[in-house]
């Protein structure tokens, strides 16, 4: 072959690649909110592309503010997955200005979800969860527990569920504006059942029950294969595993809580009603209904009262927060200190992120609960 026609071979080889790099970057942009959702969506997209995630779970949802790089990642994303503007209130004048073409998945909207509102107060009577054990197999519990729990009445200043965030916490200690008296202004709301999301009105936790996280994936998946549908196929085959782990998972949760079940516990903030419908387990009450506000003198001697009163085993804290609260209120209870978090601060990101999430807290509950 003479030099000059190897020569146009060679420098035709790098357009031969090409395609491949093109076809890369033709697959979907997908930017999500919080940890245990792109663990996720990271499962329903493997061997596809990797979602870009907002929030690394030690940092608050309520008070986040987008860096540069991530607004960027928004502009160009074709689908945004985030639970609520109750949570993610951040994201709201971003999607606001999104373009026409892109997608955004509200989960508080997704079908077949459990939805809880808000519960009232610090202290709660126990609940009767009525828990049999989870039918992992179909993933069908949209109203399995929700009746079960009295949310007639709501707290409006549990301003939106901000779970993690030092920031938020040095500011609520900075501002304690502790009279004697609770500054959980109560309000009353009607008929809040089903899908109905007022920004303030709803428990904006709720992947935190298994039986939510499969509706999710579904959800997931099907935007997915909407906005790219020559992986369509692939992302069903990634939800049929990731709901096959997420049953497997499920019984074995259910396994490791059922000697705990019964165990009255105290939370550090009410984050975790979906984990309790979702295993009928026994929390008593909540330090602090938002955990960007400490706690006054009355809420404080309500929780001590209820921890005597119901005997509860453990009180739980947040590794976004500094345990001084909770040493102060089970000092004098003989109740044990665990710690829960929501949003797996420490478990790294990835496609086993929810599950780990899952684990974790199951683990802390089931550890804690077991001491005598």
């Given at each position: 072959?003479?030099?000059s026609?190897?020569r146009?071979a060679?420098l035709?080889?790098?357009l031969?690649?090409?395609p491949?790099g093109?076809q890369?970057?033709?697959?979907p942009?997908?930017?999500?909110?919080i940890?245990?959702i792109?663990?996720?969506?990271?499962a329903?997209?493997?061997?596809?592309g990797?979602?870009?995630?907002?929030?690394?779970g030690?940092?608050?949802?309520?008070?986040?503010s987008?860096?540069?790089?991530?607004?960027?990642?928004l502009q160009?994303?074709?689908?945004v997955?985030?639970v609520s503007h109750s949570l993610e209130?951040?994201?709201?004048?971003p999607l606001?200005?999104?373009s026409?073409?892109a997608h955004?998945l509200?989960?508080?909207d997704v079908?077949?979800l459990t939805?809880?509102a808000m519960?009232?107060g610090g202290?709660?009577e126990?609940?009767s969860?009525?828990?049999g054990?989870?039918?992992h197999?179909d993933?069908?519990?949209?109203?399995?527990?929700?009746?079960e729990?009295d949310?007639?009445a709501h707290?409006?200043?549990a301003?939106?569920?901000d779970?993690d965030?030092?920031?938020?916490?040095?500011?609520a200690?900075e501002?304690?504006?502790?009279?004697?008296?609770?500054?959980?202004?109560?309000?009353?709301?009607?008929?809040e059942?089903?899908?109905?999301?007022?920004e303030?009105g709803i428990?904006?936790?709720?992947?935190?029950d298994p039986?939510n996280g499969?509706?999710?994936?579904?959800?997931?998946?099907?935007?997915?294969?909407?906005?790219?549908?020559?992986h369509?196929?692939?992302y069903?085959?990634n939800?049929k595993?990731?709901?096959?782990?997420?049953?497997?998972?499920?019984?074995?949760?259910?396994?490791?809580?059922?000697?705990?079940?019964s165990k009255p516990f105290?939370?550090?903030?009410?984050?975790?009603?979906y984990?309790?419908?979702?295993?009928?387990?026994?929390?008593?009450?909540s330090?602090?209904?938002?955990p960007?506000?400490?706690?006054?003198?009355?809420?404080?001697?309500e929780?001590?009262?209820?921890?005597r009163?119901?005997n509860a085993?453990?009180?739980f804290?947040?590794p976004?927060?500094?345990?001084?609260i909770?040493?102060a209120v089970?000092?004098?209870t003989?109740?044990?200190?665990?710690?829960?978090?929501?949003?797996?601060?420490?478990?790294?990101?990835?496609p086993d992120?929810?599950?780990?999430?899952?684990?974790q807290?199951?683990g802390?509950?089931?550890?804690?609960?077991?001491?005598?």
């Amino acid at each position: 072959m003479p030099i000059s026609a190897l020569r146009r071979a060679l420098l035709a080889l790098p357009l031969i690649a090409l395609p491949y790099g093109v076809q890369a970057a033709e697959n979907p942009s997908v930017v999500v909110s919080i940890k245990p959702i792109h663990g996720i969506a990271s499962a329903i997209m493997a061997g596809v592309g990797e979602p870009v995630l907002l929030l690394d779970g030690a940092s608050s949802p309520h008070a986040y503010s987008l860096r540069p790089s991530e607004a960027r990642s928004l502009q160009e994303a074709d689908l945004v997955i985030y639970v609520s503007h109750s949570l993610e209130g951040f994201l709201k004048k971003p999607l606001a200005t999104l373009s026409g073409g892109a997608h955004q998945l509200e989960l508080a909207d997704v079908e077949g979800l459990t939805i809880l509102a808000m519960r009232e107060g610090g202290a709660w009577e126990a609940h009767s969860h009525d828990h049999g054990g989870h039918d992992h197999d179909d993933h069908d519990h949209e109203d399995e527990h929700h009746d079960e729990h009295d949310h007639d009445a709501h707290d409006h200043d549990a301003h939106d569920h901000d779970h993690d965030g030092h920031e938020d916490h040095a500011h609520a200690e900075e501002h304690d504006h502790d009279h004697g008296h609770e500054h959980e202004h109560e309000h009353e709301h009607e008929g809040e059942e089903g899908h109905h999301h007022d920004e303030h009105g709803i428990d904006a936790h709720l992947w935190l029950d298994p039986a939510n996280g499969a509706s999710i994936a579904k959800a997931i998946a099907a935007e997915l294969g909407e906005i790219d549908p020559d992986h369509a196929g692939t992302y069903q085959d990634n939800l049929k595993k990731f709901l096959a782990s997420l049953d497997a998972l499920g019984n074995d949760l259910d396994s490791q809580l059922e000697p705990v079940r019964s165990k009255p516990f105290v939370v550090f903030h009410d984050a975790y009603q979906y984990l309790e419908a979702g295993f009928g387990l026994n929390a008593v009450g909540s330090i602090t209904v938002s955990p960007e506000q400490k706690p006054g003198a009355k809420r404080l001697h309500e929780i001590e009262d209820k921890i005597r009163d119901s005997n509860a085993v453990c009180v739980f804290a947040e590794p976004q927060f500094r345990p001084a609260i909770v040493e102060a209120v089970v000092a004098d209870t003989g109740a044990h200190i665990g710690t829960l978090d929501p949003l797996g601060a420490d478990i790294p990101a990835g496609p086993d992120a929810y599950q780990n999430i899952l684990r974790q807290n199951a683990g802390a509950l089931a550890d804690c609960l077991s001491q005598s």
